[in-house]
T-cell receptor, first 113, second 113 residues
Framework: DQQVKQNSPSLSVQEGRISILNCDYT??????FLWYKKYPAEGPTFLIS?????DKNEDGRFTVFLNKSAKHLSLHIVPSQPGDSAVYFC????????????FGTGTRLKVLA | DTAVSQTPKYLVTQMGNDKSIKCEQN?????MYWYKQDSKKFLKIMFS???????INETVPNRFSPKSPDKAHLNLHINSLELGDSAVYFC????????????FGPGTRLTVL
């Protein structure tokens, strides 16, 4: 039972345009969400996060939107750059107890120059 | 100045062997984790230690035994390796508190022949 789903395994975007990566979750107890970026042969690196008390968090070119009623979050990258080409994982957790992360399966983003 | 390091990076071994993967973090975190990323790219938590105490123990075969000699180290020992153990294993660390982010190591690619 995959509680966090990224239904698009891959996405291609032209340089300079917006990249939108989507993530859906099923557990309404999740209250903190994160996006990680992963390059080949490296570990995931933290990108941006959002608490369930917010619906938007912005950090430079990266914005995460949270729609709790739809149990959906998205990561927007504007403008997209070739260096953004990587696999993006969303993760969710319940911020009490052990803070266990549940990861999605990732979306491979390719930004075309 | 590596934050989370793992050794070895690659491990190729025969079925039935016993092997260990080491992890060290120099971030001063109190919690460390082991994740497994299988061929379908699912990144799943296996274990977590907080201050050398086991706090997460997912449904993992008891052939897998984590050991935390101190807060900065979490090693993973695997007995009687099976073909299905082939995966990339990631170590991570964090502070155990709300809105924490986990820092990942570069991964260890284990191939069981």
């Amino acid at each position: 039972d995959q509680q966090v789903k990224q239904n698009s395994p891959s996405l291609s975007v032209q340089e300079g345009r917006i990249s939108i990566l989507n993530c859906d979750y099923t557990n309404s107890m999740f209250d903190y969400f994160l996006w990680y970026k992963k390059y080949p042969a490296e570990g995931p690196t933290f990108l941006i996060s959002i608490s369930s008390i917010k619906d938007k968090n912005e950090d430079g070119r990266f914005t995460v939107f949270l729609n709790k009623s739809a149990k959906h979050l998205s990561l927007h990258i504007v403008p997209s750059q070739p260096g953004d080409s990587a696999v993006y994982f969303c993760a969710a957790t319940i911020t009490s107890g052990t803070y266990k992360y549940i990861f999605g399966t990732g979306t491979r983003l390719k930004v075309l120059a | 100045d590596t934050a989370v390091s793992q050794t070895p990076k690659y491990l190729v071994t025969q079925m039935g062997n016993d092997k260990s993967i080491k992890c060290e973090q120099n971030l001063g975190h109190d919690t460390m984790y082991w994740y497994k990323q299988d061929s379908k790219k699912f990144l799943k938590i296996m274990f977590s230690y907080n201050n050398k105490e086991l706090i997460i123990n997912e449904t993992v075969p008891n052939r897998f035994s984590p050991k935390s000699p101190d807060k900065a180290h979490l090693n993973l020992h695997i007995n009687s390796l099976e073909l299905g153990d082939s995966a990339v294993y990631f170590c991570a660390s964090s502070h155990l508190r709300e809105h924490n982010e986990q820092f990942f190591g570069p991964g260890t690619r284990l191939t069981v022949l």
